[in-house]
């Protein structure tokens, strides 16, 4: 141990960089700043002081990275389930639960679609009919149905692709006597 380092510095220097994994775990796992300094016990000015210093610096920046992707992961997940599996609603009639509605966001479905389907979103600044239109269209055409069904058209597609998994393949239909990729 060099003159300036005495074993009172070491053991600090231990706990600072132990508090400071579990400060990164707790931003990792959806913590907030302030929540996850309060879970270790510390102040900003120890984060400022750590923070300095690169290795430290380095595992922060990583963990807020990880806890973005979780939440954007869980923010999809969301948007998955209330737009293709729905949600129960409770109807009532007199202040009194009579029933249970499931609810779906055709909105949603609409954005989890096209963004599944990036080759659906208007080129034009949105003027005139998207691709996604004209298949929906196509679809009514074949089989006239309401808005409601044509989600419900697109929401048995995604399930379907959810059931097989990723290698599903698209689930545009495409004109008569073309193959993907064309």
């Not at 990275?65 to 009639?93: K, N």
């Not at 096209?114 to 998207?130: F, I, R």
Request: negative net charge.
């Amino acid at each position: 141990m060099d003159n300036n380092t005495t074993p009172k510095k070491e053991e600090k220097a231990k706990e600072d960089k132990d508090k400071w994994y579990f400060f990164c775990r707790y931003i990792e796992n959806g913590g907030t700043f302030a929540g996850s300094l309060e879970k270790v016990g510390k102040e900003k000015g120890w984060f400022g002081r750590l923070y300095k210093e690169p290795e430290f610096r380095k595992l922060y920046e990583e963990a807020k990275e990880i806890r973005e992707e979780v939440r954007r992961e869980q923010r999809e997940d969301a948007v998955h389930h209330r737009a293709v599996e729905g949600y129960d609603r409770t109807v009532a009639s007199g202040g009194v639960a009579v029933a249970v509605d499931k609810v779906y966001s055709d909105k949603l479905l609409e954005l989890v679609y096209l963004k599944d389907h990036p080759e659906l979103v208007p080129q034009n600044g949105g003027a005139g009919p998207t691709n996604i239109d004209v298949v929906l269209a196509q679809i009514e055409q074949a089989t006239p149905i309401g808005q409601h069904a044509k989600a419900e058209v697109i929401r048995a597609a995604l399930r379907e692709k959810d059931r097989l998994g990723e290698g599903a393949g698209s689930l545009v239909a495409l004109p008569a006597g073309r193959e993907e990729g064309e």
